[in-house]
């Protein structure tokens, strides 16, 4: 296997890895929705009637806080798998272009 074969190869493994990735990651943020709604339910029920309040509450609860922490998370292996991938490619273009100046200084010797 040449060394352009394998950065298509590592590039397919990482297409892989940041799908999984970037599905994680669409999944937790459509859940802070409703785990921010369950948690404003939660301050209603201990008697906080304003929304505001309840908003407050929710976003300080621990449970909450700890999600924002996945979500971090997630959102960082997804961009580091896409900036993996850009770089491989950023580094065949060059390969290309290097290749393509050695042929065109062989063919004016």
Same mark, same amino acid.
């Given at each position: ?7 298509? +190869? ?5 297409? !892989? ?12 943020? %459509? ?5 921010? %709604? ?22 300080? +609860?621990?449970?909450?806080? %700890? ?6 998370? %997630? +959102? ?22 290097? !290749?393509?100046?050695?042929?065109? !200084?062989?063919?004016?010797?």
């Amino acid at each position: 296997m040449s060394a352009l074969e394998k950065r298509f +190869h590592e590039i397919d493994e990482l297409c !892989e890895e940041c799908s999984v990735a970037t599905g994680q990651y669409t999944q937790l943020e %459509a859940y802070k929705s409703c785990l921010k %709604a369950k948690l404003m339910q939660e301050a209603e029920r201990r008697g906080v009637t304003s929304i505001s309040g309840q908003e407050r509450d929710a976003y300080a +609860h621990p449970d909450y806080i %700890a999600f924002t922490v996945a979500l971090g998370a %997630a +959102h960082e292996k997804k961009t580091s798998l896409e900036f993996k991938i850009k770089n491989i490619y950023e580094r065949i273009r060059v390969w290309q272009t290097s !290749e393509s100046t050695r042929r065109a !200084e062989m063919s004016l010797r």
